[in-house]
């Protein structure tokens, strides 16, 4: 087999195991900032992109007020017993919300809402005997 001599070649490989919390905490955390990123532009009144115009809002305006929740496996965490959602003023109070959530996932507390959920969905995979 012949490759091109400008290809840097090295013998490192892709590790054979990830830890699930750490990897469960950095997927949310991504999609936290993302929804940050849209919010941020929202507030400017910048255009939001095609792609991000196509991402599920995490949040929303009742009565005058905001609510956001924080979504895994497309449902909400519950992020206190019976408490699904944030409420808050304006946008700016979101995104100080998606923040401080997203320090909270970060610092573990939400690991084990995680794995119920991860368990949940890895159960509709498997095959009914």
Same mark, same amino acid.
């Given at each position: ?8 070649? *090295? ?31 929202? #507030?400017?009144?910048?255009? *939001?992109?095609?792609? +991000? ?8 305006? +009742? ?19 019976? #408490? ?34 991860? *368990? ?6 498997? #095959?009914?005997?």
């Amino acid at each position: 087999m012949s490759l091109d001599k400008s290809l840097s070649l *090295v013998s490192a490989t892709k590790p054979a195991l990830v830890d699930r919390k750490l990897a469960r905490r950095s997927r949310i955390t991504s999609r936290i900032q993302t929804q940050i990123q849209i919010l941020e532009k929202v #507030k400017t009144g910048e255009a *939001v992109t095609r792609e +991000e115009r196509r991402l599920p809002k995490w949040w929303w305006m +009742e009565n005058g007020t905001y609510f956001v929740s924080i979504f895994y496996t497309r449902k909400p965490i519950e992020l206190a017993k019976g #408490k699904w959602a944030i409420h808050c003023k304006n946008i700016d109070a979101i995104i100080d919300a998606l923040k401080s959530v997203s320090k909270t996932i970060g610092e573990g507390e939400f690991d084990a809402a995680m794995e119920g959920m991860a *368990v949940k969905v890895r159960q509709n995979f498997k #095959k009914s005997a």
